[in-house]
């Protein structure tokens, strides 16, 4: 099956502290989104890697791009113009993409740059055999309900955390986003909430607990360190 990988690199990112967008950030040498781009490139080097940005960021990403060791530049990759939300930002991702189940599209946020070709290789899988299919690790901390009357203690056990990559057929994953309403994009928060809006079964396959997402200054310090014991 052909294999499309759309790294969606396109936020502000400023919570996570400096001077640029987090994923541009220099992490363990190399940009924070590079480090997903090797990941992909690693599993398996025929899939097509798409980096979804904001145009605003293209001439950062330039000389970003120009600093990469040699060998580092020889993984092609295509650079697309991003949207003013995640949203259309993968509405821009997928064009061109084949509208067939013999392609599969994983989608993968580029504040995650810990993820590992093992658990790539688990969502393509998961995702040939399903169609769809969302990473995901259990919940460790207590959880509570809340509402207008307080709040509630839950069963953690019946609730995981979602992670990306998020994989799918081309065609499924086109034909959910064409559909989409204004409404729709304003309440959907991930792929899988997108598709599954279809009324198509989302599956799961398991997640790495190390794929955590850059979100504060203490996440980058945290990954910071994980690369670090990787090298």
């Known amino acids: 099956m052909e294999k499309y990988a759309v790294v969606l690199a396109g936020g502000a990112g400023l919570r996570a502290g400096g001077e640029m967008p987090k994923q ?15 990941a992909f490139h690693e599993e398996d080097p025929s899939t097509k890697i798409r980096i979804v ?38 509405k821009r991702g997928i064009l061109g993409i084949g509208s067939t189940s013999d392609t599969l599209v994983a989608v993968h946020d580029a504040a995650r ?8 290789g688990r969502g393509w899988i998961a995702a040939r055999e399903n169609g769809a299919a969302v990473p995901v690790v259990p919940m460790i901390d207590s959880i509570r309900h809340l509402s207008e009357n307080g709040s509630t203690a839950v069963d953690r056990s019946r609730y995981v955390r979602v992670q990306t990559p998020q994989v799918f057929y081309g065609d499924l994953l086109k034909k959910a986003y064409e559909d989409l309403t204004d409404e729709d994009a304003r309440i959907l928060t991930d792929d899988a909430s997108v598709v599954e809006r279809l009324g198509h079964k989302i599956s799961l396959y398991d ?7 850059i979100t ?13 014991k990787l090298d």
């Open 113 to 120: 740059p810990l993820i590992s070709p093992e658990m790539i």
């Open 216 to 228: 504060n200054p203490i996440d980058f310090a945290i990954a910071g360190v994980l690369i670090g």
């Open 24 to 38: 541009f950030q220099i992490l363990g040498g190399l940009p924070v989104l590079w480090w997903s781009v090797k």
């Open 207 to 213: 997640g790495e607990i190390n794929n955590l997402k």
């Open 53 to 90: 940005m904001h145009p605003g960021f293209f001439d950062l990403w330039d000389i970003l791009y120009s600093e990469l060791p040699a060998e580092e530049r020889e993984i092609d990759v295509e650079i697309v113009c991003g949207g003013s939300s995640r949203i259309e930002s993968v």
